[in-house]
């Protein structure tokens, strides 16, 4: 029933080694959770079976059963995570009613993490049942824009769901909030017209793409964050634009594949990573190259030129 968590590393990357410390700093903190380096190229199976395409990742086992996942060098969400899942491992029969107040509380954050919700088997791009399909198929086909939760990623939540909603299945849909119903309600929501009405539309591609690109006077597209850059190029414009000590903002472009392949055609450049200044496209790591040994790039920054 304790904890086993696993991190897939790999020795050339220094952001592992830094997750290994705060690793090895959490197994002293917590005696009751076992903690396990896999070095994810030295195990292909394993590594294809998670779906582990970068490092570092953490899994979270309980009951030979995986219940949470954590991308990327976050330390403070590894830490909250093992402390989360730990303690829940933990929990004695004194304190049942504590943990059912944490999780109500968890659960309603999660129902409120988007005004549309939908708690569903896999995920939008991968459903794992019939239903939950289904229910992926009539959302887009009505263009609203909805995030969603694997409630297979999560034994804790899939069975306190049920009883915090007083609702037995999945897929469930809530809207502000709320509990819309299963896919029986949402059919007879898109049969009355009402679904519409009901749920919020989606933004369209190019209008999010022209808030992303002002989100910040300077944003940059690329693979993965300014702290774990997850392709040779987007590392090496990271080092360029720290050089420069100019403010910018990042936005992983593997994160979200509607804007991955949008971005190529709204910009007319098919590659990453791009760099933007006040919502003007400036180029990709060559010409920042370039710019850079011009004596260029700064005041392009400052938006100076």
Known sequence: RSLL???????????????????AALAKEHMQVTFVKLEAEAVPEVSEKYGISSVPTFLFFKNSQKVDRLDGAHAPELTKKVQRHASS???????????????????KKLINAAPCMLFMKGSPKEPRCGFSKQMVEILNKHGISFSSFDIFSDEEVRQGLKTYSNWPTYPQLYVAGELIGGLDIVKELEASGELDTVCPK???????????????????FMKGSKQTAKCGFSKQII?????????????????????????????DWPT??????????????????????????????KGEN
């Open 89 to 107: 491992s933990s929990v004695s029969a004194g304190s049942n009613d504590g943990a059912k107040e944490d999780l109500n509380v968890r659960l």
């Open 5 to 23: 968590v696993v991190h897939f590393w790999a020795p050339w990357a220094p952001q592992c080694a830094q997750m290994n410390e705060v690793m």
């Open 239 to 267: 080092e360029i634009m720290n050089s420069t000590g100019v403010d910018y903002e990042t936005f992983d472009i593997l994160e979200d594949e509607e804007v991955r392949q949008g971005l190529k055609t709204y910009s």
């Open 272 to 301: 990453y990573p791009q760099l933007y200044v006040k919502g003007e496209l400036v180029g990709g790591l060559d010409i920042v190259k370039e710019l850079k040994e011009s004596g260029e790039l700064l005041p392009i920054l």
């Open 202 to 220: 989606a933004q369209k591609l190019e209008d999010r793409l022209k808030i992303l690109i002002n989100k910040a006077p300077v944003m940059l």
